[in-house]
């Protein structure tokens, strides 16, 4: 038995047909071009990310809480007060928010 051009083969060609093999195999897979590129070097691989719905939702809730407007001398006054001890939660206020949050989230009526 004879083996005729081990030597003359072409190492682009070989990368080339092993990646179309690869193609083949894989039809999902992103890749520049079919083979080799016009260089001779491999493609280039890209790698891509997709989100969640949920992921996505929360990403808009976020950029919507970080443009909302805030009233700044409040925060100030609320942080002043806070840090000399002088703030004064009502607990009573505090649950009936709380309820009503979570009514609105849940669809529940309090």
Same mark, same amino acid.
């Given at each position: 038995?004879?083996?005729?051009?081990?030597?003359?083969?072409?190492?682009?060609?070989?990368?080339?047909?092993?990646?179309?093999?690869?193609?083949?195999?894989?039809?999902?897979?992103?890749?520049?071009?079919?083979?080799?590129?016009?260089?001779?070097? &491999? $493609? #280039?691989? =890209?790698?891509? *990310?997709?989100?969640?719905?949920? @992921?996505?939702?929360?990403?808009?809730? !976020?950029?919507?809480?970080?443009? &909302? $407007? #805030?009233? =700044?001398?409040? *925060?100030?006054?609320?942080?002043? @007060?806070?840090?000399?001890?002088?703030? !004064?939660?009502?607990?009573?206020?505090?649950?009936?928010?709380?309820?009503?949050?979570?009514?609105?989230?849940?669809?529940?009526?309090?």
């Amino acid at each position: 038995m004879s083996i005729n051009n081990v030597n003359n083969t072409n190492k682009t060609q070989l990368d080339a047909a092993k990646l179309g093999q690869q193609a083949q195999s894989q039809p999902g897979r992103v890749t520049s071009e079919a083979g080799a590129n016009s260089s001779g070097q &491999a $493609p #280039v691989k =890209q790698d891509s *990310v997709s989100l969640t719905q949920s @992921a996505q939702q929360l990403a808009n809730v !976020q950029k919507k809480g970080s443009e &909302a $407007p #805030v009233n =700044q001398e409040k *925060v100030d006054r609320i942080k002043q @007060a806070i840090a000399n001890g002088e703030y !004064q939660v009502n607990p009573e206020t505090l649950a009936k928010k709380i309820a009503a949050l979570e009514s609105q989230i849940f669809g529940v009526k309090v």
